[in-house]
């Protein structure tokens, strides 16, 4: 069943998405979702707001199947902890004191059955989002609430597995709201050190990690200060794009107008898997540059549904997609009437971003605090350097 007040934002909900969606039965037909709907209220009570985060996120994945992943139900409340995976293994990246360990379960329940459940409700288009979004809701009460094993319960107790080998239990209550003193950075974990740079080995390394409109005035201040650099020894710039889940992708130019520059010198871009959305604009630009990519497949699809419209609805927010890119080939809709137009089966046709240089970070190396791509991007502009000057040499004999 489900309470009057869940299902009025709904409603509200599927009326919005069906407005503003540029294509909104794309995956599904309104009827399929109808069937979905009435099986989800006759096998589960939506009554409180995890049960309502669960309900949203199991239909709104199947409104988008692998090409939307911009279209959601935004709702948090964070727990003091972060993970990282690889693989089968999830391990504690926050806090320091537990860094390394292994979360070997939730309520007594295996970890691999809350992925199981997860994958029910979690939205992605490639793999590596898939990877981003289980670790996101991994430290998000209102996920892991709603699951069917946590539905019932007042509190999480994470089992976890220390690298000594010792069993700690970290115990969170339901309704417990944690203070910014005992969160982590949130900006911190998404994005990192952002416009920010160094150099290293003959190479400028400069971090582009998000594109979001609070970066714009770093953004620009660490370009101005480049222009200000001495870059005469500088055989290759090194612009590391991991992390980058986008934002206002217009910000890209001031970072692509400084690189146009200094087109003497190598470009290597690296990538990763949380990369989405704008950041992926910023991948096009880079390679339109003549950037080698290195690094991991990215977390979207490079043609999908995009440029999120937020809904408000009663205090519940939601992001709807109302345009169409395929960037790599400059085409995008914008309206329901253009994309019906001009949409045909080869613009839909997934297409997905593989680097020049597949390198994925270990676990080892993470373990060992070690960056397995940006060591292999050193390592090969090293090589292509040392190439190039010895071919100079036999050249000029």
Not at 391 to 397: G, L, M, P, Q
């Amino acid at each position: 069943m489900i309470d009057v007040k869940y299902k009025k934002i709904y409603d509200e909900f599927v009326d919005h998405y069906k407005n503003i969606h540029i294509n909104p039965w794309h995956e599904i037909s309104e009827d399929e979702l109808e069937k979905i709907y009435h099986s989800l209220i006759n096998s589960m009570d939506i009554n409180n707001e995890y049960n309502f985060k669960y309900f949203m996120d199991y239909i709104i994945k199947r409104l988008s199947g692998t090409s939307d992943a911009h279209t959601k139900y935004d709702s948090v409340s964070f727990i003091p902890m972060n993970f990282r995976m690889f693989n089968n293994d999830i391990l504690v990246n926050f806090p320091q004191c537990l860094k390394n360990s292994k979360l070997v379960s939730i309520n007594g329940v295996e970890i691999s059955t809350i992925i199981l459940e997860l994958e029910d409700v979690v939205t992605y288009g490639t793999l590596g989002k898939r990877k981003y979004e289980l670790e996101k809701a991994l430290f998000n009460k209102c996920i892991l609430f709603g699951l069917p094993s946590l539905r019932n319960c007042n509190e999480l107790v994470f089992e976890i597995e220390s690298i000594d080998g010792q069993k700690i239990t970290k115990t969170f209550d339901k309704t417990t709201q944690y203070s910014k003193e005992e969160l982590f950075d949130y900006d911190q974990y998404r994005y990192g050190q952002n416009a920010t740079y160094q150099f290293f080995d003959h190479c400028l390394i400069y971090t582009h990690s998000s594109v979001q409109m609070k970066f714009k005035d770093d953004m620009e201040r660490a370009i101005y200060q480049l222009r200000n650099e001495d870059l005469t020894d500088i055989d290759t710039i090194i612009i590391d794009i991991r992390g980058n889940t986008g934002g206002n992708s217009s910000l890209n130019s001031i970072l692509m107008n400084f690189l146009s520059e200094h087109r003497d010198k190598k470009l290597i871009c690296l990538t990763d898997y949380r990369v989405f959305s704008g950041g992926r604009f910023a991948l096009r630009d880079l390679i339109h540059l003549g950037a080698i990519t290195i690094g991991e497949e990215i977390g979207t699809p490079i043609n999908c549904y995009g440029n999120s419209n937020w809904v408000n609805i009663d205090g519940y927010w939601f992001s709807i997609s109302e345009c169409y890119f395929h960037p790599f080939i400059g085409w995008s809709a914008s309206s329901k009437e253009e994309f019906q137009k001009e949409a045909t089966p080869e613009l839909l046709s997934s297409s997905i971003f593989h680097p020049d240089i597949l390198i994925e970070e270990t676990e080892e190396d993470y373990i060992q605090g070690i960056d397995t791509v940006l060591n292999y991007a050193l390592e090969y502009s090293r090589t292509m350097i040392k190439k190039e000057n010895e071919t100079r040499i036999e050249f000029k004999r």
